[in-house]
């Protein structure tokens, strides 16, 4: 399925046919039995209404793929987000993971479960990060 229907990764013309491409995510992550890696993307139970990105994709659990430049080299990761795309909370911490994730096929199964982790930023999801203006 494609996660960043707002978004042609790809460059063909069409933003639908994009999912299988590497791309980031932003995803708030809570521990689940129910996955191997014992983290899952956090569920948004059926008639909840929680406060999203417009560039929210429309999926039963808390997730972006917003437009926002990725720039990986061999040592770091950077990101560089515009405060204006935080609203006005910015008192929050932030961790970053190379995962790949699982998707079942029932929406809260979960429906994302993390797996293959590669690395994490802080070495122990501290969550050190912080914003900086």
Known sequence: FDDTPLYDEDGDGDAANDGALWHTHWVVLVESAECGGGLSVRDIPDGATPTVPATWPELPILIDSPDIATNVTAETVEIRVPT????SNTDFSYDGVTAGLRVS?????????????????????????????
């Open 84 to 87: 204006s795309e935080l609203g």
């Open 105 to 133: 096929t029932s929406p809260h199964d979960p429906l994302l479960c993390v797996e293959n982790v590669f690395d994490v930023a802080s070495g122990d999801l501290s969550l050190p990060g912080t914003v900086e203006q």
